[in-house]
């Protein structure tokens, strides 16, 4: 199991900017992907940035441009640099990190991901 703890979150103006971070501890190996999450409240929780493990990226298309997520593989820490922030952008955002396991050859040998979550840090944009 992965442990992961963000951190940076906290509260801007509209144009500023913040940097989050997120640790990983415990068993970190098999990793597919990781990505950051955002969610408001009464609202399902949303892709913001995710890296797979080859590398490529993808950017939901509001952040594009102003979001850049990236990652130290010898620290296991994920970052998502956030510049230009809107109010808009004000969520709580957690990390995500999505190991790839495999089923026996008796069960399929199929491949499959669990998601392990942090437990959020909030980022306020005021306008």
């Known amino acids: 199991q992965i442990h992961l703890v963000e951190s940076g979150g906290g509260s801007v103006e509209a144009g500023g900017s913040l940097r989050l971070s997120c640790q990983a501890s415990?068993?970190?190996?098999?990793?597919?992907?990781k990505g950051w999450y955002r969610q408001t409240p009464g609202n399902q929780r949303e892709s913001v940035a995710v890296?797979?493990?080859?590398?490529?990226?993808t950017y939901a298309d509001d952040v594009k441009g102003r979001f850049t997520i990236s990652r130290d593989y010898a620290k296991n820490i994920l970052y998502l640099e956030m510049n230009s922030l809107k109010p808009e952008d004000t969520a709580v955002y957690y990390c995500?990190?999505?190991?790839?396991?495999?089923?026996?050859?008796?069960?399929?040998?199929?491949?499959?991901?669990?998601?392990?979550w942090g437990t959020g840090t909030q980022v306020t944009v005021s306008s």
């Open positions: 995500n990190w999505q190991v790839q396991e495999r089923r026996s050859l008796a069960e399929g040998g199929d491949f499959y991901t669990i998601d392990n």
């Open positions: 415990g068993d970190v190996f098999n990793i597919y992907s």
């Open positions: 890296i797979i493990n080859g590398g490529d990226t």
